[in-house]
């Protein structure tokens, strides 16, 4: 099924030209409502009736995390804030959270893009979807949840966590979508397996997974394991949230919704575009966006765009699935973490070497994350006291900063490797 077939299966060349119209519609508004375009356009001597059409995408200035949060909280706001309805938020590099607004007509853009993806990964109105994406701050729970609605399907908004009950009410309330992190769902399953659940006595049949990489062999083993079909589903804070893109039931990539954000894939290091069906960075343009239009966001994710036309019947440009990135940020419990924000904390206290060494890992399906970090060599000979009460303090410091648990060691000078290049800060043992 198909929850749009006019904006979903349009010629190319038509959808080019609602893209170019919607772009330019867009330049005007953000060249006259928000003074940091205004001026990165002005700094490349460009005026919006410069911008004719899609051709013209190139010229355009990028944007970063960065620029986001020089501007935090609102100074990106393309609308004034009585017509702001909602706002969320994701973690940044120094603490400061990345800070996203939606007008009325957003959420109403968001919640037919969700419900595009849903549609396409074959979930129907007499669904019953539980959505274990975290509600709050981060988009996940809030997005699902309003494509969900616009669907039709019936809604448990149970939000992340809570394993045995999310479990139980699986079977009570026969939840027939799970929509979660991929860890999450190999979470649940072996969960399910120590508590004599067997997923063949369960309704569920699909997954709507996203917000973190994953690969084809976990998908394999999620589907095997929950006897279900794996979906995934694709998005950011700063695009929209979940439903940026989707997979179709083909599985064979994910369908970017191109009417509503225009896709570019760049080389990271000289930002020029690279030729079909080469990795690059994806960028993405939003051209119906209110509250906070992005010109050229670079997401940093590195996929790969396929133009063909797909089984399905979509004429939706594919992204193939995102499984690394151009920058040192980690995904962890579906959490963004930049090891920076954890060399802050440790500078921050004083006590500590700027020496340290992440490691991730996933244990039983739950990521973990263990934070070596120096400590002067006098230390080790002082009480046991002292070294557990610096402990408790660098854990206390460190989970209140990334809102998520870690496992820290102290350990005593140069045990972490040295390199004349650049510092290796991070071993990432799953295998993503
Ligand atoms: O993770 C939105 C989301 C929620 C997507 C639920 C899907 C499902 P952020 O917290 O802003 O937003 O994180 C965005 O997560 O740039 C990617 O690096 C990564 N990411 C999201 N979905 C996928 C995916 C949400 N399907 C960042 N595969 C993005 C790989 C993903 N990486």
Known sequence: MIWNEHKECMSREELRIL????????????????????????????????????????????????????????????????????????????????????????????????????????????????????????????GLHYGSEKVGATVIPISGGNTKKQIQLMKDFGSTVLACTPSYALYLAESMEEMGINPKDLKLRVGIFGAEPWTEEMRKEIEKKLNIKAIDIYGLSEVIGPGVSCECEMQKGLHIQEDHFIPETIDPNTLEPVSNGQVGELVFTTVTKEALPLLRYRTRDLTTLNYEKCECGRTLVRMEKCTGRSDDMLIIRGVNVFPSQIESVLLNMGETNPHYLLIVDRINNLDVLEVWVEVEGSFFSDEIRKLESLTARIKHQIESTLGISVKVKLVEPKTIERTEGKAKRVIDKRKI
Not at 85 to 99: C, D, L, M, Q, Y
Request: charged residues 25%; aromatic residues 10%; glycine residues 10%.
């Open 19 to 142: 893209q170019g119209k919607r772009l330019c519609e867009m330049v005007e508004r953000v060249y006259h409502n928000v003074p940091f375009y205004r001026k990165k356009m002005q700094e490349l001597g460009l005026e919006p009736g410069d911008i004719k059409g899609i051709d013209d995408l190139p010229k355009l200035p990028f944007t970063t995390k960065q620029d986001l949060r020089d501007n935090y909280p609102y100074n990106l706001f393309a609308v004034p804030m009585s017509e702001v309805v909602r706002v969320h938020a994701s973690s940044g590099t120094t603490g400061r959270p990345t800070v996203v607004g939606y007008t009325r007509k957003d959420i109403s853009t968001w919640s037919e893009v969700v419900a595009r993806c849903l549609i396409s990964s074959g979930v129907k109105k007499n669904d019953i979807i539980q959505i274990a994406y975290g509600y709050g701050l981060f988009t996940g729970g809030l």
